[in-house]
């Protein structure tokens, strides 16, 4: 299939410059193809990457796999970033659109149907060329791979999964492959996306289906959570299969990750973070990644004006995900009817921390893993190395220091070997409080201000 | 003051240790041979490396220390930091004295400061990992130069071979003036007695160039600007994750 695509572009356009690329077929090794790529990819990847930005996700991470005989790349399970853009985002994957066509309308996309923008189309070979072109460069770790939805679900993502298959298959790339799940995809097309893709993803973007409705018309929670069962049962099924074959077919090892925007519509962080706890109850989820909402289609009166996307309320949301993850924390501790919101001056964990007086002073020489990680300062790296270094003596302050504990924040919630006492219950939560957050000399940020949305 | 003088490799510290349990004096200062010596000093012993003495300090080390921590020793000694032999001295010393593994007390300052050191060349290691750009020559042998502070090349090319195992490809630092090179079969460590423009700049020569090699530089310069959400631009963000001295050598940031 390749190779007839590639001799019919060569009859009609004799004049593009001629690069060579050899194909390896699984069957009959080394057959040489030729492929046209000139300058006028450069402007279709311009395009499909500026509509493919505004997805979070680019991470590498889940899988481990050495590379193949014969075959180009491998994964290594821990992620690598190997560029970072000038928002500070890390760039792993070639995030890329295969078409920025849509026969959606949903207000929050910059790619919505009734936008007037340069749309463009990659054709699968293009892309798997670029792919491995720039692989070999080591300028990415994978493929990142979404679309609009032309025609309609299924259509779409026949031609996604057929990239992937083409560079498992032809090429025998074993790099990362990130595909979005088209919502409203049938269950086949998911199960062979599964095969090839190491993840999948498919986006809530709207934490509540009310808000979905009124923002997506032709969307419903139902397109999105049925794919997400699809890849869950897949992984489940996948993982039991390799109990009793041990070469049995991988389906999407680094599992599933979906998306949440964040300050489009009135949702709390109570509703957002309730979503991403219940989220991460299912076995194969791995993320749930938050996007502050960029005012990307102002015209549009349903959606709030922002002076700037919320960006501190974005990273606050993350540091709960944090919580969820690796600290140990339910989520009603961090938000609750009381709390709904989380506070932008100070961090969750010690917003917890001076709600809940009680729980300290904790003694660095003798409390156990779960409490070292609530205090404030200590992270999961330091709670470790205390863990295995008092078993040889006593810890005191300045070790503790040197250990890279945040003293400034630690102080006031631990008792140590030698470390004078006036702790949080010496001083008051609230006098803690302003010592720890933000210096009064520094200016906030007022376009960081909550939005009020009218009920 | 004692004054040990060694020949500035890891086996000679290695022997060194043996001359220093076998004398019962251990040294206050590890110099290199020819190395100016202080003005007072005691004695000065001057150690000739024995691979026999090599190979039972290290064996007596694998009883004391597990393999992560031997390990740890290594990618330590390829910091190159001035006074790494010294630390790396102690550390050992204290693994032999001690009845149990130290390798997990970071209350004593000399293990936590080989832990800190170990953190430091990994992450450079991972930086080059990251941030090394191959740019493809004529004859298809793909060049990727680098700077890194520390000694990392010898803890990357594992990856590279695995990763990059149908592609010819030579990676070279520039600072200590030497490269791997892989020929599809195995890598090899070279070194160039005439130095070629690309050897001093890290840049390949456009005639040195594929074919194709400019069109997909122009490429990935189009999507490193396109993928970059202008209302979230973060300067400081961005010099933190990849920090200046890399900007030479990658791709997206020249021209």
Not at chain 1, 164 to 187: C, E, M, Q, T, W
Not at chain 2, 63 to 80: D, G, I, R, Y
Not at chain 2, 105 to 111: R, S, T
Not at chain 2, 163 to 181: S, T, V
Request: proline share 4%.
């Amino acid at each position: 299939m390749a190779v007839s695509a590639a001799t019919c572009s060569l009859e009609k356009h004799p004049e593009r410059r001629k690069i060579l690329i050899f194909v390896r077929y699984t069957d009959r090794p080394f057959i040489s193809v030729s492929i046209y790529m000139d300058e006028s990819v450069i402007d279709k990847l311009k395009i499909l990457a500026e509509s493919a930005k505004y997805d979070v996700s680019c991470s590498s991470s889940g899988t481990t796999r050495s590379n193949q005989k014969g075959g180009i790349g491998n994964a290594a399970g821990w992620g690598i970033c190997h560029s970072f853009a000038e928002d500070g985002r890390c760039i792993s994957l070639l995030k890329i659109m295969l078409t920025n066509h849509c026969i959606y309308d949903c207000a929050y996309c910059i790619n919505r149907r009734s936008n007037d923008l340069k749309r463009a189309t990659f054709s699968v070979t293009e892309l798997v060329n670029l792919t491995i072109e720039f692989y070999r460069r080591n300028y990415i770790e994978g493929l990142f791979l979404s679309s609009g939805v032309v025609r309609n679900p299924d259509y779409t993502m026949e031609r996604l999964v057929r990239v992937a298959k083409d560079l498992r298959l032809v090429h025998r790339f074993n790099g990362y492959i990130h595909l979005k799940s088209i919502p409203g995809a049938s269950r086949e097309l998911v199960n062979e996306a599964g095969l090839y893709a190491d993840r999948l993803s498919v986006n809530i973007e709207i934490p509540n289906e009310k808000s979905l409705q009124l923002l997506a018309p032709e969307k419903d929670f139902q397109s999105v959570f049925k794919p997400m069962s699809y890849i869950q049962q897949g992984v489940l099924e996948s993982a039991e299969e390799r109990k009793k074959y041990r070469y049995a077919p991988r389906f999407a090892p680094a599992g599933q990750s979906t998306q949440m925007i964040v300050g489009a519509t009135a949702e709390t962080d109570k509703d957002i973070l309730q979503l991403s706890s219940a989220l991460y109850q299912r076995p194969s989820m791995k993320r749930v990644y938050y996007s502050g909402y960029i005012p990307v289609n102002t015209y549009d009166n349903r959606l709030p004006v922002l002076k700037q996307a919320p960006l501190v309320r974005e990273n606050r949301l993350y540091q709960a995900d944090w919580l969820l993850r690796f600290y140990q924390f339910k989520v009603d501790e961090i938000v609750n009817d009381a709390y709904p919101d989380l506070d932008l001056e100070v961090d969750p964990k010690l917003s917890w921390a001076l709600r809940n007086p009680q729980a300290f002073p904790v003694d660095i020489n003798r409390a156990d893993y779960e409490m070292l990680l609530r205090v404030p300062g200590i992270g999961v790296k330091s709670a470790k190395l205390i863990l295995v270094s008092r078993r040889y003596g006593r810890l005191g302050a300045s070790q503790l220091k040197k250990m890279g504990i945040v003293m400034k924040k630690a102080q006031y919630f631990i008792t140590c070997n030698e470390l004078p006492v006036r702790t949080i219950n010496e001083l008051s939560p609230l006098s803690v409080r302003s010592l720890l957050s933000r210096k009064p000399g520094r200016k906030a940020d007022d376009r960081q201000q909550v939005i009020q949305f009218e009920e | 003051m004692v004054v040990y003088v060694y020949d500035k490799t890891f086996d000679g510290l290695l022997t060194a240790v043996f001359d220093a349990f076998a004398r019962k004096s251990f040294p206050d200062l590890l110099l290199a041979e020819g190395e100016a010596l202080p003005l007072f000093c005691d004695e000065v012993v001057t150690i000739c490396t024995d691979d026999a003495k090599v190979e039972r300090v290290w064996k007596g080390l694998q009883k004391k220390l597990s393999a992560t921590a031997l390990h740890c020793l290594t990618v330590c000694w390829l910091s190159e930091l001035p006074d790494i032999d010294l630390l790396l001295f102690r550390y050992i010393k204290k693994a032999f004295n001690s009845q149990s593994s130290i390798e997990l007390n970071f209350g004593d300052p000399d293990v936590l400061e080989v832990s800190k050191v170990w953190r430091k060349v990994s992450h450079e290691k991972h930086r080059m990992i990251e941030f090394i750009r191959f740019q493809k020559a004529e004859d298809g042998t793909f060049f990727g130069a680098m700077e890194p502070l520390y000694n990392v090349l010898p803890l990357v090319v594992g990856h590279f071979k695995d990763r990059f195992a149908d592609q010819k490809w030579l990676i070279y630092d520039l600072k200590r003036a030497y490269g791997c090179y892989y020929d599809l079969q195995e890598v090899r460590e070279v070194r160039f007695d005439s130095k070629e423009e690309h050897l001093l700049s890290g840049i390949l020569n456009d005639k040195l160039m594929a074919e194709d090699e400019k069109l997909f530089q122009n490429l990935w310069k189009a999507y490193f600007k396109a993928i970059a959400i202008k209302e979230r631009i973060n300067p400081k963000l961005h010099k933190q994750h990849m920090p200046v001295r890399f900007w030479k050598y990658l791709t997206e940031k020249q021209g």
